[in-house]
């Protein structure tokens, strides 16, 4: 009695669980498409949907005609025919951001040296396969999961695009894809339907039993895709588009043939900003490599095809959850509080973490622990986040109070007139010490390649590194090193030989690499050139700091004070007995060069030069280097496999050097 009971219960459970989350769907859905104003995160979407279709699987008997499952469209609905497909409907990779574009390029390019390329619009709708056989349409099918799908010939019937006879009475399976326009979509939600976008109504269009619906819904279709080219005598892509226009298929006039990576950029842009104005609606482009035989050199991965993929155009805020806000202590001492976020993809990147700034901007902005937030990503830059979804709140969220001691070393923060930050201003902060220790081997200051922050930290807390000093001083310890996990005798002796080399660097990236505070690189370029050696720098007042061009009283109060603190002093006495060089490097030749005043940017790898080499004799003979180009660059010096900058630098019509050209102007000096 007590089962049948508890049997009861459960079922009236599910089902109310059934129409809630229907519900919950049905309103996220609204929000975001309708609305344009997401209140759900995408995780929670996913959640929502995977338990409402387990539930619906498990118990058919609550599954409503209207239930949000049937416009995902990867599940085969019952009352519609199955259809094997024999080729597979692969789906594309998806690429995000215009690197990942490069990247693949490179990728193609390993296989096939010179590929060339069809650029597609993505049209945003739902993939179709057609079948004719003696030129008569015999079958239309979905993609379902990509082997078995469903039977839409009558509604495919209906759609003016698709071809019930073509030109040719050949047996023939060609690909593309059911969209609705703007316009039908718009008047068919005036009409009082309710769809959340043009791809959910033309998906629910083509699942309806009576085609009269879809008759109803004028719906369109480009055919992009011949699975068995080679049956009609096609060896290339663009080819294939264009036999299968002659057939009378509609094919996208917009489609491309690309001859090198600088037009795909191109397209991409271009499309990036004429997406607006398109009479339908797509989510981004398709790049193919065009020549079949190069097709099938590159071959498939098991979901998709090698030779092709989906860029998509990025979505530029999206919501998450704060899960908690913390602390980092930075290498001077600046106490920065940060979300720790739900995982969530934004402009092609898997982000946790984002950017609070201080304290003032969390309460400016009242975000809390536990709120639904919006994060926003652009460009190369931090993520960070925009705002709290206020109306999310459950009243669970707490508000967030700036720690008032430092989260690794417990002294008292301070924070400083004038500004936002609070500092930890204890020297022996571990935090600190080891910020500044990875500092001293980054990139731009002694470049001593093969520290992680993780060996940095580990090596920190074995008693191994504790000053700047004495990473020269490791060697000491070479025996142990080796015992330790995830080191061997080989990538020992590499670190040793990356710190020996570091001691020949010119005086600038030490300077750099001291974090002295408001020392950039290119104030420690400036004071390098203009002391020559570290002791005339430490002899220097305040009024010569500051009388040098483009370094003010802050800069030249901070340098100064530095070197006259005892524990700096005692460093760089150490650094110099360790042997590491104290002098500026490099003279810049008074002569008037082609160099003389002139900014270049180097981009791809050159054969005879490392980077840093380069910028050396470019620097020597009166020029700069920077690292983006602009309309400011000069000249670009491209190397090979050279990218986005050389891509750049033609739109912009800067001279460009390729490194022959490069070696000939170094000679003339
Ligand atoms: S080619 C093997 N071209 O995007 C070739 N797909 O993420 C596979 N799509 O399932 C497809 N526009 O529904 C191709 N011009 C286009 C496309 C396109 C939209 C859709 C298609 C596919 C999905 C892949």
Known sequence: ???????????????????????????????????????????????????????????????KVDSPTQRVGSEVISSFKKVTHEIPMLSLGDIFNEEEIILFDERVKKVVPNPKYVAELKMDGLSVSLLYKNGELVRAATRGDGVTGEDITHNAKTIKDIPLRIKQPIDIEVRGEIYMSKASFKRLNENGANFANPRNAAAGSVRQLDSKVAASRNLSCFIYHLPDPEDYNIYTHFDALNFMKELGF?????????????????????????????????????????????QKRLGYTARSPKWAIAYKFPAEEVLTRVRDIICTVGRTGQVTPSAILEPVRVMGSLISKATLHNEDYILSKDIRIGDIVSIKKAGDVIPEVVKPIVERRDGTEKKFNMVEKCPICGEELTRKEDEAAYYCLNEHCPARKQEKLFHFTSRHAMNIIGFGDRIIEDFYNLGYLKDDDDFY??????????????????SIEKLLDEIEKSKNNSL??????????????????ILAKEFKNIDNLMKASFDDLASIKDIGNTIAKSVYDFFKDENNINLIN???????????????????????????????????????????????????????????????????????KLTKAKDLGITIWDEEEFLNNLSKY
């Open 1 to 63: 009695m007590l089962i049948i009971l508890y049997n009861i219960i459960g079922e009236i459970m599910i089902e109310e669980r059934i129409k809630e989350l229907t519900e919950i769907i049905n309103k996220a859905n609204h929000d975001y498409y309708v609305n344009d104003n997401p209140t759900i995160t995408d995780q929670e979407y996913d959640r929502y949907m995977e338990e409402l279709m387990r539930l619906e699987e498990a118990h058919p008997e609550f599954k």
């Open 250 to 294: 509609v094919v996208n006039p917009n489609n491309r043939r690309i001859n090198n990576i600088k037009e795909l950029m191109e397209y991409v842009d271009y499309y990036t900003k004429e997406r607006p104005k398109l009479p339908y609606e797509i989510d981004g482009i398709v790049i193919k490599v065009d020549d079949l035989n190069d």
């Open 473 to 490: 001083h490791l060697y000491e310890h070479k025996e142990d090193l080796k015992e330790l996990e995830g080191f061997g005798e080989k």
């Open 508 to 525: 600038e990236r030490l300077l750099f690499g001291l974090s002295i505070r408001h020392v950039g690189t290119k104030t420690a370029d």
């Open 574 to 644: 150490k650094l110099k007995e360790d042997g590491v060089n104290m002098s500026y490097l490099k003279e810049v030749s008074t002569e008037e060069t082609v160099f003389t005043g002139k900014t270049f940017v180097l981009t791809g790898s050159l054969e005879r030069f490392t980077r840093d080499e380069a910028k050396i004799r470019i620097e020597e003979l009166g020029g700069t280097v920077s690292g983006s180009v602009s309309k400011k660059t000069s000249v670009v010096i491209a190397g090979s496999e050279a990218g986005s």
